[in-house]
């Protein structure tokens, strides 16, 4: 029997770019990761990072340009930079974390009893829902932290409130699909009422589709609570929120510009990487 | 059967000289690197005017040999071997070359008629795409094509050819749309036509006759055919030559005959044993083996019932006065084709619908007209088994909380007791504690099915309904799974309502059928009495579409069959 052996030179035959490029897509986000872990060690033990205190400065070294004593230079206090930061950290991260907390529990309960329940209760929290959704989400948390006063706390509350409309879409079209899997109505065969069906069944198969949405939303939730803290609808100064300290900086921003450059790239910096780690864990399910 | 198998072979003898196809040591990896590869070292011919068929279970790398002689493959695939058409090279082709192929000379008929047209283009428009891509001479004049069209859709058996030019493919049904098709692969004259399980989508009856359609259209045309199929019954009664696929290696090749009456490999001699239509009394000397019945009263007795769905013209009686009983420890089968009422009559019987007339009495009780106490109650002797063991259970549950979950919804025994009967249930289905903590994304479609078994047995139903429990699963597993339904009906008296399509598997596992059409029962009586001597036109076209039904050696009418 004659043989037909394959050409060597056959392009067919050489191994593609798919293989590294599926392995590469399937890897955590090593960059992200890594400024996430920086920030979060900022927000826990900022002393590990500066021996600086972010609010007494000494009016000699007032506006020092970046160096390797003051990394991100000095305010016109002569506080340090870097400090102010690494110190306003935890309050940034604190109060994003309470804000998508309230988004996430809130908006998660309204979206799966909407999708699970449906009928009249899915059409009133279904517009409701839409109302919501309608209004611009940071005007809303100004229209909140306004009536209920200027405080880190308001603002997180409404931050939060304005992204349940949000969480509640998502979930309430994941719960749709979900409750209409068989083994859903093979849990009542098995004599499940509907509360046992669904926390037991329906919810851990639909909140993770609100996990990747959750890590977005706290990089949306810091940039809010950044912009209220910059209108001055945070905490008040000598506070060492990012936003205020952008705030604080813009009236000498041609002059010292990295008064407003070192926070406001912090703040880049972890949203971007938020972003990206939600991609990732958005596609991994 | 000596003289049929030298018939063939000196044909194959005949056909290898001129061969149309030929795949030479064909290997094929989708990650790249060759060692891991999903096809290996495949080779086969296809002769002039010869039917190969391919045979293999989900996974074989069947569809990926198929792709690959179609060029089909993703960019990333890397490949090794040959493959000639018409004594020429094309797997080093150049895609602008081979395209002048793919179509042309090699026309391909897919798996979902449904899915395979472009929904929001006119099947006219759809045609004649093929005409104008074809270079044929007798496609040059475009006046000639609405013509050429028509008599080609009516060639391939369509009754209004004029009406389907003007159709929308979601207004035709899906053995309509895969003769259009199929109309379409012939459009062009192709010397080969590739099908990747043309019939896998459609109801029995419609399979028969596309079949029969290729049949033709082979014999008028002198084309080869290509045919992928799971079914090895079908492939040994519509080919010449048998390739079996299994783990993307040829577990065996060779003259249909030859390989379904002398299999060689293990793996071809398995698969023979557990084609259902090749093996129909596979089970009975189990069933023979069952007690005697219990009780003379029926486990379920449904009488006259009725259910319409929609309103006004959009109305649909889906059922229309069905009766039907299921004995005690015996088996009952409601068979029939997509839309004929048989799922919604599961749903009837275990109340998950409520029919619109009719009584459903499981033991003595109504079952249409219980509250919700009653339901609850009467629901413990009333379990389903469902279809799709990929989406009936819960993937977020463990197997061992799948099992349990049943008794800790009635509160049946402390947790300590529990456990040993889950235990116990997941031995009865052939698994052991090793799975207890497994999920089941880590198990096999078969160790599902067992799975949702034990699940559906653990509250000690007198009635479970099954919904085509192995449509969902590779023969050999089907055949574990019946057999595991077999040896718990014997053991444990149970009652089975079995809903299915699949008529050799209804031979093989139930004891009375009701053939049901359109909401209205055709035929009733003991599964011997149906299949033997149908008096109904319908259910007599039933039985004779079972693949493999006018092999010799496998009579369906036959009490005891050869295998």
């Given amino acids: 029997m004659a043989a037909i052996s394959a050409d060597p030179t056959d392009p067919t035959t050489a191994p593609t770019r798919t293989a590294t490029r599926t392995a590469r897509s399937r890897a955590v986000p090593v960059v992200p ?6 920030v979060g060690l900022w927000a826990v033990v900022p002393g590990l990072f500066t021996h600086q205190d972010p609010f007494v400065g000494d009016p000699a070294l007032q506006f020092l340009p970046p160096s390797v004593q003051h990394v991100f230079g000095t305010d016109q206090l002569g506080r340090d930079v870097f400090a102010r930061v690494v110190h306003g950290t935890r309050p940034a991260v604190l109060t994003a974390l309470f804000a998508v907390g309230i988004g996430f529990l809130v908006g998660s309960l309204t979206g799966l009893v909407a999708g699970f329940f449906g009928g009249v209760l899915d059409a009133v929290l279904g517009r409701f829902i839409d109302v919501v959704l309608a209004v611009p989400s940071f005007l809303l948390a100004v229209i909140v932290v306004v009536s209920l006063g200027f405080e880190t706390v308001n603002a997180a509350i409404a931050v939060g409130s304005s992204s349940i409309a949000v969480f509640a879409r998502v979930i309430r079209s994941e719960t749709l699909k979900v409750k209409n899997l068989p083994f859903v109505e093979s849990s009542y065969l098995v004599g499940g009422n509907r509360f046992q069906v669904l926390f037991q069944h329906v919810l851990p198969s639909a909140y993770r589709s609100v996990v ?4 977005l939303q706290f990089g949306v939730a810091i940039l809010n609570i950044s912009g209220l803290a910059f209108l001055g609808y945070g905490s008040p100064p000598p506070a060492a929120d990012w936003g205020l300290q952008v705030a ?17 790239l912090v703040m880049v910096a972890t949203v971007v990487s938020l972003n990206k780690l939600s991609r990732s864990v958005g596609r991994g399910r | 059967m000596t ?3 030298d018939g063939t072979s000196s044909r194959q003898v005949e056909h290898a000289t001129a061969a149309l196809l030929a795949v030479h040591d064909l290997t094929v990896s989708y990650s790249g690197d060759l060692a891991d590869a999903t096809v290996r070292e495949v080779s086969f011919e296809v002769g002039q005017g010869e039917t190969v068929a391919i045979v293999g279970e989900s996974g074989s790398g069947k569809s990926t040999v198929v792709n690959t002689v179609l060029r089909l493959l993703d960019h990333g695939a890397a490949v090794r071997g040959a493959v000639h058409f018409a004594g020429r090279e094309v797997l080093g082709l150049h895609e602008k070359e081979f395209r002048r192929l793919r179509g042309r000379q090699i026309g391909f008929v897919p798996q979902d008629p449904t899915s395979s047209l472009n929904p929001v283009r006119r099947i006219d428009r759809q ?4 005409y104008r891509a074809s270079g044929l001479p007798e496609h040059r004049d475009q006046r000639t094509w609405y013509e050429q069209a028509r008599s080609l859709l009516e060639s391939v058996g369509l009754v209004d050819p004029s009406r389907a030019l003007r159709s929308y493919p979601h207004q035709l049904s899906g053995g309509q749309l895969q003769r259009v098709l199929i109309a379409i692969a012939l459009a062009q004259r192709p010397a080969l036509l590739v099908a990747d399980e043309p019939t896998s989508a459609l109801d029995v009856t419609i399979q028969k006759t596309v079949l029969d359609l290729i049949d033709q259209v082979k014999a008028q045309s002198g084309a080869s055919v290509l045919l ?18 299994n783990g993307g290696e040829v577990q065996e090749h060779g003259p249909s005959h030859a390989v379904l009456h002398a299999p060689r490999s293990d793996y071809a001699r398995e698969l023979v044993g557990d084609v259902p239509s090749l093996n129909l009394d596979k089970f009975a000397a189990a069933k023979r083996r069952r007690p005697e019945r219990a009780s003379a009263d029926p486990v379920l007795v449904v009488s006259d019932v009725r259910k319409s769905f929609g309103r ?3 109305r649909v009686d889906a059922l229309q006065g069905v009766s039907f009983l299921v004995e005690a420890g015996r088996t009952h089968a409601l068979v029939g084709e997509s839309g004929s009422g048989k799922s919604t009559l599961a749903r009837i019987a275990l109340r998950l619908e409520v029919p619109d007339q009719g009584e459903v009495l499981v033991a003595g009780q109504d079952v249409a007209r219980l509250d919700r106490a009653g339901l609850r109650v009467a629901r413990r002797d009333l379990q389903l088994l469902y279809q799709n063991p990929f989406t009936s259970l819960d993937p977020t549950y463990t197997v061992g909380r799948l099992v349990a979950e049943p008794l800790r919804r009635y509160r049946i025994g402390t947790r300590d007791e529990r456990r040993v009967r889950v235990a116990e249930l997941v031995r009865l289905v052939g698994l052991d504690d090793t799975y207890l903590p497994r999920r089941p994304a880590a198990l096999s479609g078969g160790q599902r099915q067992r799975v949702a078994i034990a699940r559906a047995l653990a ?33 444990f008296g149970l009652s089975y309502l079995f809903i299915s399509h699949d008529l050799s598997v209804v031979r093989q596992l139930a004891d009375t059928v009701t053939v049901l059409r359109s909401g209205e029962v055709q035929e009733s009586g003991t599964v011997e009495q149906v299949f033997s001597r149908p008096r109904s036109e319908y259910a007599r076209r039933l039985v004779d579409s079972i693949p493999g039904a006018r092999l010799p050696g496998a009579d369906v009418t036959a009490d005891v069959a050869g295998g």
Avoid: C, M
């Avoid at chain 1, 990761?33 to 920086?38: E, G, N, Q, T």
């Avoid at chain 2, 799971?230 to 390739?243: C, G, I, P, Q, W």
């Fill in chain 2, 312 to 314: 006004g013209e959009h």
């Fill in chain 2, 127 to 130: 045609v004649v795409e093929a």
């Fill in chain 1, 248 to 264: 604080d900086g813009k009236d000498f921003l041609y002059r010292y510009p990295w008064l407003v450059y070192a926070p406001g």
């Fill in chain 2, 459 to 491: 509250l000690n139903p007198r009635l479970l309904v099954l919904d085509e429990p192995t449509s969902a699963l590779d023969v050999v597993v089907q055949a574990q799974i019946l057999q595991v339904l077999v040896d718990l009906q014997g053991r």
């Fill in chain 1, 33 to 38: 990761v890594l400024v996430l872990v920086v």
């Fill in chain 1, 212 to 215: 990747a949405l959750a890590v």
């Fill in chain 2, 3 to 5: 003289s049929t198998v």
């Fill in chain 2, 228 to 245: 992928v199929t799971h079914d090895l019954a079908l492939a040994s009664e519509r080919a010449d030559k048998v390739v079996v696929l």
